[in-house]
Nanobody, 126 residues
Framework: QLRLVESGGGLVQPGGSLRLSCAAP????????IGWFRQAPGKEREGVSCISSSGGSTNYADSVKGRFTISRDNAKNTVYLHMNSLKPEDTSVYYC???????????????????WGQGTQVTVSS
């Protein structure tokens, strides 16, 4: 069973940066597209970004374009979400998810993802 573990969340001031990691201990992520999603209190979970299994294709929500960058290191079985210029409205629990999908494309619809991590809290506040 594929298990995803997020890390890297925390408290950061507006304008600051964080790097989230999504690891899969004991599993290879080579054949999986990975998505990052987030859920703020009282709001529905929304898509943030995704990356294809090869890493050749990425997608971003309009709200994070130009500020967030997704990347993957398949040798380390880890996917990263680099978050810059953070805003208070980025405050959420961030989840990574995986779906077995070998393609140069990644799905943005969270309903197709089969495996989910436990989430990591990101709080942007002064």
């Amino acid at each position: 069973q594929l298990r995803l573990v997020e890390s890297g969340g925390g408290l950061v001031q507006p304008g600051g940066s964080l790097r989230l990691s999504c690891a899969a201990p004991g599993f290879t992520l080579d054949y999986y597209a990975i998505g990052w999603f987030r859920q703020a209190p009282g709001k529905e979970r929304e898509g943030v970004s995704c990356i294809s299994s090869s890493g050749g294709s990425t997608n971003y929500a309009d709200s994070v374009k130009g500020r967030f960058t997704i990347s993957r290191d398949n040798a380390k079985n880890t996917v990263y979400l680099h978050m810059n210029s953070l805003k208070p409205e980025d405050t959420s629990v961030y989840y990574c998810a995986a779906v077995r999908y070998v393609s140069n494309w990644c799905p943005s619809d969270q309903r197709v993802y089969d495996y989910w991590g436990q989430g990591t809290q990101v709080t942007v506040s002064s």
